[in-house]
């Protein structure tokens, strides 16, 4: 029987509970196509800070690397909220995204058939359905880049700096390019070079990459144009490249899209099968331990572990197609709606596990 070796980072906040259902869905659809996983259960966020002082202890990363592929739930809180920037819980997890040097940063946002009455969107926008990739530049940047306070004329000041080389957009940039490839061959990149240096060199290093793949039909699009055309005409999309903190904020609008926060998956790579798998959504500590929290994101993100880390394609389609069935009858708060059986956190998962097996 194959062994996979996972590390698995709980978090704080509902990341535990979700991460759990995660678990017992992998476990699950392990029995039925003949594969076990090994967990590693590690320290990261707030819940490190609390054990060890750190938000990401030598010790996590060197069990990252001992792995395969790393789980990891949500971290933050407000508990930690006042600590200094580099000591609280999300430093751990740039921090670990930066270790593992996870620059691709996949971020799938689409629509589920039956959730399509989620959606803020109205039908006649969002049309036959929605399926966007937007591929994430995770370990550049404004998060990376140089940051500091200083006086300004006497006056207190600080500063945060968006910096790119081109090795980096080009990586993405494949990253990206390869991606389009597999789907409708139509890639976005995003930017906003009216005003940014670093958006230039974007556009014209995406335009260099773009030679090697003549038959992905390219368009440039402005950050903020972007923001309004994925509520106005979100279909135009296939897939979506751009940097680090222009992902982070059109990820969130995307899933938005798709009826919940809770409902949107992420992979980070590396560039090889190695990758950590995340929802993009937070701790979210204001409904933690109340068993009300959308585990589907999280259940997600661990069958697009299945397909990239261990190729395992018809296992992560099981997965899929369950939480697709699942919707049909069973919802979380979240995304309640009458005539559904209002379900808890653990009840979700164990209707995505039987699901996935049948
Ligand atoms: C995300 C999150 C993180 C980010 C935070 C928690 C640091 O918002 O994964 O989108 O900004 O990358
Ligand atoms: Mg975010």
Known sequence: MKNYNIAVLKGDGIGPEIVDEAIKVLDRVGEKFDFKFNYDFRLMGG???????SPLPQETIDACKNSESVLLGAVGGWKWDTLPGNQ???????????ALGLYANLRPAKIFEPLKEASPIKDEIIGDGLDIMIVRELTGGIYFGQRGRKEDNGIPAAYD???????????IARVAFDMAMKRQKR?????????????????ETIINVSKDYPEVELNHMYVDNCAMQLVR????????VTSNIFGDILSDEASM????????ASASLAGSTFGLYEPIHGSAPDIAGQSIANPLATILSVA??????????EAAEAIENAVDEALKTARTPDIYK???????????????AELAVK
């Open 47 to 53: 819940c490190a800070i609390d054990a060890t002082g």
């Open 88 to 98: 609280r819980p999300e430093a751990g997890l740039l921090g670990i995204r930066n």
């Open 161 to 171: 700096t968006e910096m790119y080389n081109v090795k980096e957009i080009e990586r």
């Open 187 to 203: 890639l976005t990149s995003v930017d906003k070079a009216n005003v940014l240096e670093s958006s230039r060199l974007w556009r």
């Open 233 to 240: 005409n979100p279909s135009q999309f296939d897939v979506i």
């Open 257 to 264: 899209i798709s009826g919940s926060i809770g409902m949107l």
């Open 304 to 313: 697009m572990m299945l397909r990239y880390t261990f190729a395992e394609k």
């Open 338 to 352: 009458e005539g559904f059986k209002k379900v808890s956190t653990s009840e979700m998962g164990d209707l995505v």
